[in-house]
């Protein structure tokens, strides 16, 4: 398991772990690679290359963050850097692979941008391929432009969908995976409803549904995805917090088991991990309960691959904790276990 970080408070970079399926625990394994703010890991198809999004403000002299490509070296839990390219725009907090490993793709945040790179078969990156910059803004304060934060693709491997928070917005695109080429959809956009902030994205497993995390307005959106047309449409919207729910609140990650049956979502701030049924006729969410992320501001989670636990990367405490999931309720324990790490932002399981 590889875990990026922030490296504004002692981390060094993306830090490596072995994980005990039977038991929850995590065993560091120390440091992977030194890299500069690798906020966010993707790895390739075959699990040779990982690619991490440098969420930097300025890189090599110009205001923009950065894409970084390495060698994985399984067995001793360690990466090779194999080459580091511009992402194009500042704040880039998002990295992802198309499903034939040809193709990266990042999300810049504070630049309000997207861009597609070329992958070799060595694991080297191209410089952009595809750049789009974003414009406008939307009506909450965090909303004072556009704000691209999470680039996925979609199961066929015909589209790339990106979330822009600033502007409520899932912007779609036709994939050229041969080239690593995006081409603007129409129509272009699926509208969140105003004020929302689409943050993260996750398909079902059966590749009709669609989850949007909303972290401006706690919510969930139930979409449904015409793969014919690249187009997707609201089914259902949850919130993500209590009715009556007074303070701060942003929403940050969002993740499925793979049977499709449940759907678990980490709230920052008031720190909580919210947990929903799949039905199974048309996709929509019904809450089940609310649980600890064992910690402050959960940045990051993920199930492990016998799903039997749920992983939480807690940035404000320092720490990684780990739940008990019973696979047949989809219910997390109450209690968990802690581990320390600086700054944990990305949780990456081979």
């Not at 929903?276 to 019904?286: A, E, M, N, R």
Request: charged residues 20%.
């Amino acid at each position: 398991m590889f875990v990026g970080t922030q490296t504004t408070k002692g981390s060094k970079g993306i830090y490596a772990y072995s994980f005990n399926s039977a038991t929850g625990e995590l065993t560091e394994k120390g440091l992977a690679a030194e890299a500069e703010m690798p906020t966010f890991l993707a790895l390739s198809p075959d699990q040779k290359t990982l690619f991490a999004a440098n969420e930097l403000s300025e890189y090599q002299g110009k205001k923009t963050g950065a894409i970084t490509s390495f060698a994985v070296d399984r067995e001793a839990g360690k990466l090779t850097k194999i080459n580091e390219v511009s992402a194009g725009g500042p704040g880039t907090c998002h990295v992802s692979m198309d499903h034939t490993g040809r193709c990266a793709f990042v999300a810049n945040y504070d630049g309000g941008s997207a861009a597609s790179f070329a992958v070799d078969k060595a694991g080297k990156l191209s410089e952009a391929v595809s750049f789009f910059q974003y414009r406008g803004r939307g009506p909450q304060p965090q909303q004072d432009g556009p704000h691209a934060h999470r680039v996925t693709v979609s199961p066929d491997n015909q589209y790339l969908l990106v979330n822009d928070l600033g502007l409520d917005e899932i912007h779609v695109y036709h994939l050229d995976a041969m080239a690593a080429k995006l081409t603007a959809q129409d129509p272009l956009a699926w509208k969140a409803e105003p004020g929302s902030g689409p943050r993260a994205l996750r398909f079902h497993p059966n590749g009709r549904w669609v989850y949007c995390l909303n972290e401006v307005g706690s919510s969930v959106n139930v979409l449904e995805w015409d793969a014919r047309k690249g187009v997707l449409t609201t089914a259902q919207l949850v919130s993500t917090v209590p009715e009556g729910h007074t303070g701060p609140s942003a929403p940050s990650e969002i993740v499925i088991d793979k049977t499709g049956r449940f759907v678990y979502a980490a709230n920052r701030f008031d720190n909580f991990l919210v947990s929903f049924s799949v039905s199974s006729t048309d996709g929509k969410l019904t809450l089940m309960e609310r649980t600890s992320c064992g910690g402050e501001m959960p940045r990051h989670i993920a199930l492990d691959p016998t799903e039997k636990w749920l992983l939480i990367a807690n940035q404000e405490t320092d720490n990684l904790s780990v739940f008990a999931r019973d696979a047949r309720t989809g219910k997390i324990s109450k209690e968990g276990k802690g581990f320390p790490l600086s700054r944990p932002q990305c949780i990456l399981f081979l």
